[in-house]
């Protein structure tokens, strides 16, 4: 195989239903500028998504001759974060619970940011969860002075707080 080139690499998924124009217009349109402006120090940008956590063991390959087995809780209970991460100052605010994210952890980590930021210009990208465009969500975003970026559907490529809870799970 590896006089071939092939090498062992694991796979990965893309969205099924994501619409690569979208996303490029958006990256170009949107979020190149928006990053611009951040290491500038004209905003404070922030990539918003939440994670639910599993009380339990993620396991991953090893090579091996027999299976190894480590023992793990089980169940469904969970730990939920609401985060906010700065790819510029790679700064992390957030939320957590062990019941669901809904719309008042939204409007809790806006206050958060708001407070931790003081005055500053603050943009957070979300993705297109029910619950963080709801209305109480929108009217909290206008009273923090936060301005909201929605992300093109089907983009969690596109959003970089999806790069820290891939690390957080492993």
Same mark, same amino acid.
């Given at each position: 195989?590896? $006089?071939?080139? =092939?090498?062992? $690499?694991?796979?990965?998924? =893309?969205?099924?239903?994501? /619409?690569?124009?979208?996303?490029?217009?958006?990256? +170009?349109? &949107?979020?190149?500028?928006?990053? !611009?402006?951040? !290491?500038? @120090? $004209?905003?404070?940008? *922030? *990539?918003? +998504?939440?994670?639910?956590?599993?009380?339990?063991?993620?396991?991953?390959?090893?090579?091996? /001759?027999? &299976?190894?087995?480590?023992?793990?809780?089980?169940?469904?209970?969970?730990?939920?974060?609401?985060?906010?991460?700065?790819?510029?100052?790679?700064?992390?605010?957030?939320?957590?619970? +062990? @019941?669901? #994210?809904?719309?008042?952890?939204?409007?809790?980590?806006?206050?958060?940011?708001?407070?931790?930021?003081?005055? $500053?210009? =603050?943009?957070?990208?979300? +993705?297109?969860?029910?619950?963080?465009?709801?209305?109480?969500?929108?009217?909290?975003? !206008? !009273?923090?002075?936060?301005?909201?970026?929605?992300?093109?559907?089907?983009?969690?490529? #596109?959003?970089?707080?999806?790069?820290?809870?891939?690390?957080? &799970? /492993?």
């Amino acid at each position: 195989f590896k $006089k071939n080139g =092939i090498t062992y $690499k694991k796979s990965r998924s =893309i969205p099924a239903k994501a /619409k690569k124009e979208q996303q490029q217009i958006f990256l +170009d349109e &949107r979020l190149k500028p928006l990053l !611009e402006l951040a !290491e500038k @120090s $004209k905003i404070e940008l *922030f *990539f918003g +998504d939440g994670v639910h956590l599993i009380y339990g063991a993620e396991l991953g390959y090893c090579w091996c /001759k027999t &299976r190894q087995e480590v023992k793990s809780a089980y169940g469904r209970k969970r730990f939920n974060v609401m985060g906010a991460y700065n790819p510029i100052t790679h700064k992390t605010t957030v939320i957590s619970n +062990d @019941s669901y #994210l809904n719309s008042t952890e939204i409007v809790e980590l806006y206050r958060k940011l708001r407070e931790e930021n003081g005055n $500053k210009r =603050i943009v957070i990208i979300l +993705d297109n969860a029910r619950y963080q465009k709801c209305e109480l969500t929108k009217k909290a975003a !206008e !009273e923090y002075s936060i301005e909201v970026v929605y992300l093109p559907s089907y983009s969690p490529n #596109l959003n970089l707080i999806e790069r820290l809870w891939k690390l957080l &799970r /492993k």
